[in-house]
T-cell receptor
Framework: GAGVSQSPSNKVTEKGKDVELRCDPI?????LYWYRQSLGQGLEFLIY????????KSGLPSDRFSAERTGGSVSTLTIQRTQQEDSAVYLC????????????FGDGTRLSIL | GDSVTQMEGPVTLSEEAFLTINCTYT??????LFWYVQYPGEGLQLLLK?????DKGSNKGFEATYRKETTSFHLEKGSVQVSDSAVYFC???????????FGQGTELSVKP
């Protein structure tokens, strides 16, 4: 398909385990974003990649969270030693680099920590 | 810091009623403003946008005007349908890209 693809769509794991979430952006989109959507906090920005520039990591809530983007395309968000408060829907978005281009969102990964 | 505030939901309307969802923002610069919509069981979709003061964004019968003097971007629709039932998010970002700052979302329920 032509949209942003995220996998898995659902992930259930035990507290303390590590998880990896994947995002495949729209082809040609150089900007990639991760957000988190949770009941108590709404939609929160996590991290932003733009081309070869250093990522904006200002939204990552703790050092247990990290993300990388390989080859300027696919991105992986990793959460180490998961906690129950990490339970949320993790959304990925991508956009063209030019000014005022809208962000296109994937369907998200619903993460549940037991 | 920059922020977006939306009217609290849920909002419940009858079909064909007039809709307004209020959105105000606080920004240090001159942001672009967006409305995103999340239909039940679906991902976030861009509904409309405005990039500078006095611009009007419109799509699917929805409209919003960028009002710099009142720092507002209220969403309106003249006649809602059951299919408009969704959660609506107001958001801002700066023209050179970067993160979207979202409001808390407003749930709309339209009854037949």
């Amino acid at each position: 398909g032509a949209g942003v693809s995220q996998s898995p769509s659902n992930k259930v794991t035990e507290k303390g385990k590590d998880v990896e979430l994947r995002c495949d952006p729209i082809s040609g989109h150089t900007a990639l974003y991760w957000y988190r959507q949770s009941l108590g906090q709404g939609l929160e920005f996590l991290i932003y990649f733009q081309g070869n520039s250093a990522p904006d990591k200002s939204g990552l809530p703790s050092d247990r969270f990290s993300a990388e983007r390989t080859g300027g395309s696919v991105s992986t968000l990793t959460i180490q030693r998961t906690q129950q408060e990490d339970s949320a829907v993790y959304l990925c978005a991508s956009s063209l680099a030019e000014a005022n281009q809208p962000q296109h969102f994937g369907d998200g990964t619903r993460l549940s920590i037991l | 810091g920059d922020s977006v505030t939306q009217m609290e939901g849920p909002v419940t309307l009858s079909e064909e009623a007039f809709l307004t969802i209020n959105c105000t923002y606080t920004a240090t610069g001159y942001p672009s403003l967006f409305w995103y919509v999340q239909y039940p069981g679906e991902g976030l979709q861009l509904l409309l946008k405005a990039t500078k003061a006095d611009d009007k964004g419109s799509n699917k019968g929805f409209e919003a005007t960028y009002r710099k003097e009142t720092t507002s971007f209220h969403l309106e629709k003249g006649s809602v349908q059951v299919s408009d039932s969704a959660v609506y998010f107001c958001a801002l970002t700066y023209n050179q890209g970067g993160k979207l700052i979202f409001g808390q979302g407003t749930e709309l329920s339209v009854k037949p």
